[in-house]
């Protein structure tokens, strides 16, 4: 039985993020959005750890944190390390399963008309080729439309490693005609909202991946309230079973995997690797 046939499938996520610096730095402020949300549709975290060490190959140390969860639900977890001397690094070690029948996440009727999920961002600002875009996929049928939303952006775009960054908008990476799954997922969101439709950037993991993903929710109506069904315009796909959401937002800005502050000379460099493995599959 391959993951995408399965009724339940259980995955283990180890990723690492690794800072090396010039020099030692101190007060290390950082904003960690990799720890998978607790509950998302019929994805569940059952055990998680991450833990902070100095230096190469470094024991865990204890340094001071709180853990929350920000305006979308999402878990975000907040370091600060007194000094570096020269290498930090967070390592997350997390247990997940999902189970076909609890379906996608499901949102109040309201959430079709949230305002955060309609209206642009900076990174998703439409322009006249998205809203041409949005015009040729308009359907009746909100599913249909997005399907076709998805596979329109899909064509859009080379896949280009490096071609773009964190700050590439939508309309920048499309007059490049070129980029990577966050910006496929932003130009997706950015014909999604044009279209009236709701929608919300997902980060997360793809396995046979050696990096983050990208893919978008888009929120449509299911009998009294809303679903948020997931597509992956990278890949020209729905989302399934091969997919582990961590965090969802508005836009890339909202939760980028790592982010922070310190104080000392410029010239930082951050590594990250991670394996996501399947350990049961039924």
């Known amino acids: 039985m391959?993951?995408?046939?399965?009724?339940?499938?259980?995955y283990r996520v180890e990723q690492t993020f690794r800072y090396s610096y010039?020099?030692?730095?101190?007060?290390?402020?950082q904003r960690l959005v990799c720890v998978p949300r607790a509950r998302h549709g019929d994805q569940s975290r059952r055990r998680h750890r991450l833990s902070?060490?100095?230096?190469?190959?470094?024991?865990?140390?204890?340094?001071?944190r709180r853990s929350d969860r920000d305006r979308a639900g999402n878990s975000v977890l907040r370091v600060l390390v007194p000094a570096v001397a020269s290498t930090l690094s967070f390592r997350l070690v997390a247990e997940l399963s999902r189970v076909r029948a609890e379906?996608?996440?499901?949102?109040?009727?309201?959430?079709?008309?949230?305002?955060?999920?309609?209206?642009?961002?900076?990174?998703?600002?439409p322009d006249d080729?998205?809203?041409?875009?949005?015009?040729?996929?308009?359907?009746?049928?909100?599913?249909?439309a997005v399907e076709a939303i998805n596979h329109a952006v899909r064509q859009t775009l080379v896949y280009r490693p490096g071609a773009t960054g964190v700050t590439t908008t939508a309309v920048q990476a499309l007059?490049?005609?070129?980029?990577?799954?966050?910006?496929?997922?932003?130009?997706?969101?950015?014909?999604?909202?044009?279209?009236?439709?709701?929608?919300?950037?997902?980060?997360?993991?793809?396995?046979?991946?050696?990096?983050?993903?990208?893919?978008?929710?888009?929120?449509?109506?299911s009998g009294d309230g809303?679903?948020?069904?997931?597509?992956?315009?990278?890949?020209?796909?729905?989302?399934?079973?091969?997919?582990?959401t961590v965090a969802t937002g508005r836009d890339y800005a909202d939760i980028p995997p790592t982010s922070g502050t310190y104080?000392?000379?410029p010239g930082g460099q951050l590594v990250s690797t991670q394996t996501v493995r399947v350990l049961d599959c039924g």
Do not use: K
Request: aromatic share 4%.
């Open 263 to 265: 104080v000392g000379a």
């Open 2 to 10: 391959g993951i995408e046939d399965a009724e339940r499938v259980t």
């Open 175 to 221: 007059t490049l005609g070129a980029g990577v799954c966050q910006d496929y997922a932003h130009i997706m969101l950015a014909v999604c909202r044009a279209a009236g439709i709701a929608a919300r950037y997902v980060s997360g993991h793809l396995i046979g991946e050696g990096a983050s993903h990208a893919w978008v929710e888009a929120v449509v109506p």
């Open 22 to 29: 010039d020099s030692p730095v101190t007060a290390v402020r």
């Open 103 to 125: 379906g996608p996440p499901r949102l109040p009727e309201s959430a079709l008309r949230d305002p955060r999920l309609l209206l642009p961002t900076r990174l998703t600002a």
């Open 129 to 144: 080729r998205v809203r041409e875009l949005a015009a040729t996929c308009a359907s009746a049928d909100p599913v249909s």
């Open 52 to 64: 902070v060490h100095l230096g190469d190959g470094g024991p865990a140390v204890r340094v001071p």
């Open 226 to 244: 809303a679903v948020a069904l997931a597509f992956d315009p990278c890949n020209d796909r729905r989302a399934g079973f091969s997919y582990v």
